[in-house]
Every structure is written in structure tokens, then in C-alpha cells.
């Protein structure tokens, strides 16, 4: 991941995900966010041609105006979103004193984002949850606009943006039409997001109700790290490295500690798997991957959630 990171800043003492950025000791606003996160360049479009010098209809290539450089090649119909324009946007959606935790440039610019922690948190199950909202922007047109909320719980920074049924965390729109309007809508977002949290503790309460003995969370644990019946027996040993590692997480983390055995302990177990355990093998994409899980969500945390809510 760390090839993959071109520029980016966060607040904090510990250094994130891939050990590269400007560290600064407070959250900065956009305006100081943009030029640390070295986001401070714009984004224009010139058409293509042939070798021959004909101009090819339809395409046109998105250009990074301050050293030239070719992001993407993109439809006539794609609408450029500079990167002044997703802070101005948060800073319109969240008010004024928003501060960003984090942000910055991946893949030699084709891909953006910034961080920034909603203004209201969030008790729930006793405990403080922060609501933090993601904005993602691509270049290079291989993917839309995003916006999500991603709730952290505090003592232990896992992520819990679990898939709900009844509501929406994702919100998305394509690089065509008129983008003004559409990000003039995309401010409903942050009702959406109430919304969002609002039933997120609906689903802890009803996480908390389940109990889940010692019995039941080797069998949940067994489900969402499944052993294939044809997998070698490296698999199958490491497989079982992952539940033990899940199984200590469950039983013994400190943060736990004053949590009864039952779902909501399972699912904070999970989450803290699924975000700080190490891979049993290591991947030139696994950083990334892990990264674009706090826009998309994790797909073992959501299993595990949906296990527990049909058991």
C-alpha cells in the first residue's frame, strides 16, 4: 500500500495503515487540510488523438494541470469534481469548526479521499461512538463519487459500519449530469446519517440481548471462518491460527472486559479481528484493501452480524 500512497497527512501520534503522511498534532480545517494532504492541485480535460494527429470523438483525457501528468481516460459526458470542491462540500454539509482527521491521495492521484468527524456522538450501550464521515473521489473514471459513515467505537477504534436492512450508510452518484445539483442533494446525506445512527443502536440493543455462550461463540467462530472440505492442510492450520486469534479477541480483550457473552461482544470481536489482525499472508493490496473497507464496510463483520441476528 505504501507505493500506492502518494500523499496524505493524519492526526495522531500513531502513524495509520501504511506508515507514510504528514503527521500533525490537531485536526486541521479544509483549508490547512487540502494543502496538507497535498491535495491542492486541479484537474483538467483535453481531448485525445491518434498518432496520426486525428482527434479521437467522445473521449477526452483527465490531466493533472500542475505537472501534467494523465489520470484517466474518460466519456465526454464525465464532470470533473476538483479536489477544493469534496472539502467545500463537507464543509458545507457539516458546518462551520468541521475538522478533518485524515486525507489524501492514492495511486498517483487517481484516487482521493478525506475524513472528517461528524459534529454529534453518540452513546450507545453506554459506551462513545463517533460517527465519522468518508468522502472518495476517483480521477481517473473507474469508479463514482461516495460518501459513507463509518461510526468508531472509541476505546478500541473498530470500525462498526455494519450492512443495515433499514438503513442506509453508502451513498454514491456517477461523474455525469449535472454535479452541482447532485451534491447540492447529496446534503440530505447527513439526515440520512441520523437515520443511520439511530438505527445502529437500535441493532446493539438487540445484539446485546443475545446471549451467546462459550459453546455457541467456537460454533459462530467456526461459521464466519469456515475450513473448505478440500483445503490443504496449510489452510486448514492456518484457518485455525485465525478462530484462536478470533476466540482470544472474544474472551480476553480489555475492552471487552464489562461486556456480557452475547452478540454485541461477538460483533466488536469480529470487528476487531477484521481490522487489526494480521493476514496470514500478506498482499501488495492488502493495506488498500483494508483502507477502502472503511468506505465499503467488511464483509466478515457483516456475516458475523447477520449470523447472529438469524440465530
Known amino acids: 500500500m505504501a507505493a500506492n500512497v502518494e500523499s496524505m497527512f493524519f492526526v495522531g501520534r500513531e502513524r495509520p495503515w501504511h506508515g507514510l503522511g504528514t503527521q500533525v498534532d490537531e485536526a486541521p480545517d479544509s483549508r490547512e487540510a487540502l494543502i496538507l494532504a497535498g491535495l491542492d492541485w486541479d ?184 475450513i473448505d472440505d478440500d483445503a490443504s492442510s496449510i489452510t486448514e492450520k492456518n484457518i485455525m491460527k485465525q478462530r484462536e486469534d478470533l476466540k482470544r479477541r472474544y474472551m480476553y480483550a480489555p475492552d471487552l472486559k464489562t461486556v456480557g457473552k452475547n452478540g454485541y461482544r461477538f460483533i466488536n470481536a469480529v470487528s476487531d479481528f477484521a481490522t487489526h489482525a494480521r493476514p496470514i499472508r500478506e498482499t501488495k493490496k492488502y493495506k488498500e484493501t483494508l483502507f477502502n473497507k472503511t468506505m465499503e464496510g467488511n464483509p466478515l463483520t457483516d456475516k458475523a452480524y447477520r449470523l447472529l441476528m438469524t440465530a
Not at 57 to 67: C, E, F, S, T
Not at 95 to 116: C, P
Not at 182 to 198: I, P, R
Open 43 to 226: 484537474v483538467t480535460q483535453r481531448p485525445i488523438y491518434t498518432q496520426d494527429g486525428v482527434m479521437i470523438n467522445g473521449y477526452k483525457a483527465n490531466v493533472r494541470l500542475q505537472d501534467h501528468s494523465v489520470l484517466g481516460v474518460v466519456t465526454d459526458r464525465y464532470k470533473v469534481v476538483q479536489n477544493r470542491d469534496a472539502f467545500e462540500f463537507t464543509d458545507e454539509l457539516l458546518g462551520k469548526g468541521v475538522r478533518y482527521e485524515t486525507a489524501g491521495s492514492l495511486m498517483g492521484g487517481r484516487k482521493v479521499w478525506l475524513l472528517a468527524k461528524l459534529p454529534t456522538r453518540y452513546i450507545i450501550q453506554g459506551e462513545d461512538i463517533i460517527p465519522y464521515l468518508v468522502f472518495s473521489n476517483t480521477h481517473d473514471g473507474s469508479g463514482a463519487i461516495k460518501i459513507a459513515m463509518t461510526p468508531i467505537r472509541v476505546v478500541c477504534n473498530n470500525t462498526l459500519n455494519l450492512a443495515l436492512d433499514s438503513a442506509k450508510r453508502i451513498w454514491s452518484f456517477n461523474h455525469v449530469g449535472n454535479i452541482e445539483n447532485k451534491l447540492y442533494e447529496a446534503k440530505e446525506t447527513l439526515f440520512m446519517a441520523e437515520n443511520y445512527m439511530s438505527e445502529l443502536g437500535r441493532a446493539f440493543e438487540k445484539l446485546n440481548r443475545i446471549r451467546v455462550s462459550d459453546a455457541a461463540a467456537d460454533e459462530y467462530i467456526k461459521v464466519v471462518l469456515p
